[in-house]
């Protein structure tokens, strides 16, 4: 079972299973997704999809135990940080209150393994000498999504120690950094309401000349004043989650973060995207936002060593250029497949 399925990720680790030959059962409540991703997933003969909110224990119950489903990888969330901020206890009751109604429904159906996306906004702002960040670094978020994400963290930590976990209980908590690209067929892509991310604001920006792009910030102690961050190919990310999830044994618990261990700036990102889309899209310098640290990027050697993945997709431009592939594609997102 996949929850989250409509959305960004979730579509994508769909179809990355499904073409592995698994069987997908497909959740999502499409309070941020789209009913198109789940259309372009119904094309698998292996896909089934249910539209059910994951605070509801007793219709997960229902279709973990007719579907027979023997692993869940947890993608539904609110992934909003700035929201977060003004509305946490929407984010506290979907990441955590539902994520707990999910274990305990999981716990009694007698599933044994779980994949949780969590995210590099639990470690917070690290000092400079601890990046790039690897595991062990002190998770001290920062925002109430970052906080949320980590609180669950504990409850799979805790139930995985206890009595209450189904026996052969088993986990995997991957803390992923920024995620970007599109599926390099173009079946699936983006599109958040609204989009927050670097990489597909550019490429909207080079579609419509009424939107400019503000740089949040160009007095960072950095090279070219802007902030850097880790980018990884959604579908590198979705190889992870299935290497990792068949990789679990009976009472493992693994963490792992999920980045290149290289970092782009928001300047470096911006002229990749002007290359690649051949539009020069206009841009303005802007403040700081509130809690965005100046340099973010993981050191992926824990994931590189124990489980041989390694993203395939290095380059940012071909992260770009399969973003551009389905914007192009689709560029009012799935709105015209509903
Ligand atoms: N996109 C990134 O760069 C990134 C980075 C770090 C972590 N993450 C994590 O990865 C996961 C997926 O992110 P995404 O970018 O695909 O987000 P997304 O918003 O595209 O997808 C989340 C999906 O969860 C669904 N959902 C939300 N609340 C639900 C509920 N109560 N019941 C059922 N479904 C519900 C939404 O409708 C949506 O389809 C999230 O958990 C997020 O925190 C994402």
Request: aromatic share 4%; glycine share 8%.
């Given at each position: 079972m996949v929850t989250g399925s409509a959305g960004y990720i979730g579509s994508h680790a769909c179809i990355k299973l499904l073409e592995d030959g698994h069987r997908v059962v497909g959740l999502d409540n499409y309070s941020r997704g789209n009913p198109g991703a789940t259309t372009a997933l119904e094309r698998f003969p292996g896909f089934s999809f249910v539209q059910v909110d994951i605070r509801d224990r007793s219709k997960l119950l229902n279709v973990l135990k007719k579907n027979e489903i023997e692993a869940v990888m947890h993608f539904a969330a609110y992934a909003y940080v700035g929201e977060s901020c003004h509305t946490p206890l929407a984010y506290y009751n979907t990441n955590l209150v539902g994520s707990i109604s999910l274990l305990s429904a999981i716990a009694e159906a007698g599933v044994t393994r779980i994949v949780f996306s969590s995210t590099c906004?639990?470690?917070?702002?690290?000092?400079?000498?601890?990046?790039?960040?690897?595991?062990?670094c002190e998770q001290r978020p920062i925002n109430p999504y970052g906080r949320s994400k980590l609180a669950f963290e504990q409850v799979l930590k805790d139930l995985a120690e206890?009595?209450?976990?189904?026996?052969?209980f088993c986990f995997a908590i991957l803390r992923y950094f920024n995620i970007a690209g599109a599926d390099p067929r173009g079946r699936v892509g983006e599109d958040h309401q609204p989009e927050t991310h670097l990489i597909p604001r550019c490429l909207q920006a080079a579609l419509d000349d009424h939107q400019v792009i503000t740089i949040f910030g160009t007095d960072y102690p950095t090279d070219d004043g802007t902030c850097i961050r880790d980018y990884v190919h959604v579908d590198d990310l979705v190889d992870a989650h299935v290497k990792v999830l068949e990789s679990l044994k009976p009472g493992d618990g693994k963490i792992f973060n999920i980045g290149t261990g290289r970092g782009y700036s928001v300047l470096d990102v911006i002229r990749a995207c002007k290359k690649i889309t051949g539009v020069n899209f206009r841009t303005n310098n802007g403040i700081r936002r509130k809690g965005d640290p100046p340099v973010l990027y993981a050191d992926p050697t824990c994931i590189q060593k124990e489980m041989g993945w390694r993203s395939k997709y290095t380059g940012i431009e071909t992260m770009i250029a399969d973003a551009w592939k389905w914007m192009l594609k689709n560029p009012h997102g799935y709105k015209e497949d509903d």
């Open positions: 906004a639990t470690y917070g702002e690290p000092p400079a000498d601890l990046i790039p960040i690897s595991e062990t206890s009595d209450e976990a189904p026996h052969g």
